[in-house]
C-alpha cells in the first residue's frame, strides 16, 4: 500500500460524515422536541442540518424570542445502527454569530473601584491579603496573613458576609489580652507591601509629576497647611488642610504643590494709620459769637 493510498483512507476517515438521511429528515421531531422546552410561538423556521457523527444529526431553528436575538433552538437526533426509528438526543439554545450575548463575567474583586462601597456595605479581605500581616507578635499569634479568629476565617469564604457579632475575646494572659488592655491591638496591620501600593497610588493621584504640581510654586514640604502623617509615611506624605486647595482632606506627596501654598503670594500687611494727636495743655479759644466784618467805608 502507498503512502498516497494511505493518506487518502486517514482524510476520509477524519471527514464529517454525510448527515444521515433518516435523521436529517427528522424535522417534525425536532421541531416538537424544541416547542416542547421553549414557550409558544417561539420556535421559528427550520434553518440548517448538520452531521455530528455517525448517524447522530443536529437540526437548528430560529429563536424568535426578542431577548435571545441571533439565537438557534439546537435539537440532535440519532439512529441506532440497522434500526429504522430516529430517537431524541437533547434540546439545547445556543448562540449563533450574530448573537446577542453577555459579557464575560468578571468576579466582584475585579470589579471593585475606590468609591463603589457604601453605607452597610461589607467589603472582605482575603486571608492571604499581601497588604496586610499580623498587628502584634507572640507565642500566641496566627501565622503570617492569616484571620485571627476561625469565625473570621469563615467570614473571609461568604462574599455577602454580614459581620453582626465580635469574635471571642482572647484567652486571658495572652499576647492579645495584654494588647487589647492596652488599646493596642489590630488583628492585622499594612504590610511593607500594603505602604508601597497606598503610597504609589497617593503619588500618582496627588504627586510631583502632575500638572497642578508642576505649575506650583513651591512644594507641600514647606507649605503650612501641610498636617505630616506619623510612621514611615511621614517622610513622604502629608494630608492637605487648605479648604481652598485642590487636595483638601487628602493624602499629598511632600513633592506635590499647587497655588495654594502658604508662602507662594503673601498679601502685604496694609499701612496702619497713624494715632490721633490730642493737646491736653494747651487751651483753644473757641468764640461763642462771629466777630464782626471790618467797614469798607472806614478803609
Known sequence: MSAATTRGRTARTARTPAPDRLCAEAVDLARAAAEEAAAPGIVGEHVAVVSEGDRVVTHYFECEDPGYRGWRWAVTVARASRAKNVTLDET?????????????????????????????????????????????????????????????????????????TRPDPAARGSIAAVADELGMRRARVLSRYGLHSAADRWDEEFGPKTPMAQAAPASCVSCAFLVPLTGSLRQ????????????????????????????????????????HALDTVRVDEYPLHEAPSPDPRHA
Open 92 to 164: 439545547v439554545l445556543l448562540p449563533g454569530s450574530d448573537a446577542l450575548l453577555a459579557p464575560e463575567w468578571v468576579p466582584w474583586s475585579e470589579r471593585l473601584r475606590p468609591g463603589d462601597m457604601g453605607p452597610g456595605d461589607l467589603l472582605p479581605t482575603e486571608a492571604d491579603d499581601l497588604r496586610l500581616e499580623p498587628g502584634y507578635t507572640g507565642a500566641d499569634e496566627p501565622p503570617p496573613n492569616a484571620p485571627a479568629t476561625d469565625e473570621l476565617a469563615d467570614l473571609v469564604d461568604v462574599e455577602d458576609a454580614e459581620l453582626t
Open 236 to 275: 513622604a506624605f502629608g494630608v492637605c488642610a487648605n479648604e481652598f486647595g485642590p487636595a483638601d482632606g487628602h493624602v499629598v506627596s511632600l513633592s506635590y504643590g499647587c497655588g495654594g501654598h502658604s508662602e507662594a503670594a503673601v498679601m502685604p500687611k496694609p499701612p496702619a494709620a497713624a494715632a
